[in-house]
């Protein structure tokens, strides 16, 4: 089961844990496609997720993507989209670049 912090925050994101109880890699460049899926069916986005399957995104490809992958590139409506880069890609790529030069 995953555990999802379903609090709301000010710039209306959803905060997802990122353990291994929720049963994907802590380091989401070892997330395999379903993990980025389910990683954003629990963030909320439960129609936007399929895109990412569809798309074959694993965690690395989901690293490597800019912004106008995410709102060209997917075929999303433009507000999901710009939440899905801004309050979730772009931190997992911040987190994950930070964890790597360590």
Do not use: C
């Not at 954003?40 to 569809?54: D, V």
């Amino acid at each position: 089961m995953l555990s999802v912090d379903m609090e709301n925050k000010e710039n209306g994101s959803v905060g997802v844990k990122n353990s291994m109880e929720n049963g994907r890699p802590p380091d989401p460049a070892d997330w395999a496609v379903m993990d980025v899926v389910n990683y954003f069916r629990t963030a909320g986005f439960e129609e936007q997720a399929s895109a990412f399957q569809e798309q074959e995104i694993d965690g690395k490809s989901l690293l490597l993507m800019t912004r106008n992958d995410v709102l060209t590139g997917l075929q999303l409506k433009l507000g999901p989209a710009l939440k899905i880069y801004e309050y979730h890609v772009k931190p997992l790529q911040t987190k994950h670049l930070k964890n790597s030069s360590s």
